[in-house]
């Protein structure tokens, strides 16, 4: 259920994040009216809120992933930095960088309340891009909610039954003959679209190997969409995103190359959404092989680093890409059975935690060692502008 009262006007405002490009429609509420606090107090339901000002839609959407009356039906959520007593709500989220610690929010609140800190970005990000700190977070914080999977809520970016749940909305079946009809209507190559061309080490790291690409023998079947590419972009808006998608999924290889290198976990939706629900093979670069195997299905990737260089990559690609039956390959996860019940993620989670009481609010005492300091040695090394991409391979 999600609460929204008194919608007085709507701003559309164009936002991108990666290579995803959408509309975030912000809603002006009346959070101090009286009734809708006495309906709030009312409900005997776990109330979560959302304490921020307006976040990009693909955060949004990503926290919301699940959160349904199926799954959730005991759970109110309330989005926006309310003006009145926050006291009412039994979780409150804060995005990463949003957190005033000078904020009364911090100074007043329930002994069973959770304070949940969530952050969608890469450590190296955080910690070097947006310059978190972490100074004074001990014990602030109850939960953490990320897509690292050692986080007390995991967030991931994606997972294997929504994306299969998300194709079998678009074809009838995941049959041989659906996958024969996708694979020979695909007649381009190989597609990136990115717009954070050297903002980070990671993005710096990902463009040299695009670079590099771009002169070897599949040059010439590989398009750069986005700011990084040739000036070919995608209007800002719905229409733009269903755009990109759709260019995606005539082309048989997607760069799915992440700004950030060996960070834990880190696999967005360059992987899940632009690649394999599109049905297009990934060609992954920045998680270790490792951290995709545990959660991709089986071959359903190609990896970067499997390749002693450049070109024995280009040569595999053009290998497949001369080869429909070796392609197809790529896609015999369609034709599995997915396996056991998907456990609820991100706040539909956070919603069972607390009804549940399976984490009691005791308080994290060094969030700053969770985060950054049990990140893998490769990940902040490289999220340090200290990097030589001949180590990549």
Not at 92 to 114: A, C, E, G, T, Y
Not at 353 to 360: A, C, L, N, P
Request: aromatic share 14%; with cysteine; hydrophobic share 35%.
């Amino acid at each position: 259920m999600f609460v929204r009262l008194s919608m007085r006007k709507m701003f559309v405002i164009p936002l991108s994040l990666s290579t995803v490009f959408c509309i975030y429609c912000l809603y002006d509420i009346t959070w101090g009216s009286t009734a809708f606090i006495s309906r709030l107090k009312s409900e005997n339901k776990t109330k979560i809120l959302i304490y921020s000002e307006i976040l990009p839609y693909i955060v949004r959407r990503r926290l919301k992933a699940g959160f349904n009356s199926k799954q959730c039906s005991n759970c109110i959520l309330v989005e926006g930095k309310v003006t009145y007593d926050t006291l009412v709500f039994d979780a409150i989220v804060f995005m990463f960088n949003r957190v005033d610690l000078s904020d009364p929010i911090f100074q007043r609140r329930r002994d069973d309340q959770l304070y949940v800190w969530y952050s969608p970005e890469s450590t190296p990000n955080v910690r070097n891009y947006h310059n978190i700190s972490m100074e004074n977070y001990d014990d602030v914080f109850n939960l953490t909610m990320t897509y690292r999977r050692d986080s007390d809520v995991f967030n991931p970016y994606g997972t294997l039954p929504s994306i299969k749940s998300s194709l079998l909305e678009e074809h009838v079946s995941l049959s041989r003959d659906t996958l024969d009809k996708v694979v020979s209507d695909k007649k381009n190559g190989i597609i990136w679209v990115a717009s954070n061309c050297g903002l980070t080490s990671g993005a710096k790291m990902r463009m040299k190997i695009v670079e590099d690409l771009k002169r070897s023998q599949v040059g010439w079947m590989l398009d750069v969409y986005g700011l990084c590419g040739d000036g070919k972009t995608f209007t800002q808006d719905r229409s733009g995103y269903n755009n990109m998608n759709e260019l995606i999924k005539s082309y048989k290889f997607y760069l799915a190359f992440e700004n950030s290198y060996h960070c834990r976990d880190y696999i967005t939706e360059k992987f899940w959404e632009n690649s394999l629900l599109n049905a297009v093979v990934p060609v992954v670069w920045g998680p270790t092989r490792e951290d995709v195997m545990t959660v991709a299905p089986p071959h359903s990737f190609i990896h970067v680093e499997d390749f002693e260089n450049i070109s024995d990559l280009a040569d595999y690609l053009l290998y497949l890409d001369r080869n429909d039956t070796a392609y197809r390959e790529y896609f015999n996860w369609w034709l599995e059975p997915t396996e056991g019940i998907e456990e609820p993620v991100a706040l539909c989670k956070l919603c069972s935690m607390y009804e549940s009481k399976k984490r009691q609010p005791g308080s994290i005492n060094n969030l700053k060692h969770l985060f950054y300091e049990r990140e893998n040695e490769e990940c902040l090394m490289y999220g340090n502008n200290v990097y030589n991409i001949s180590n990549v391979f």
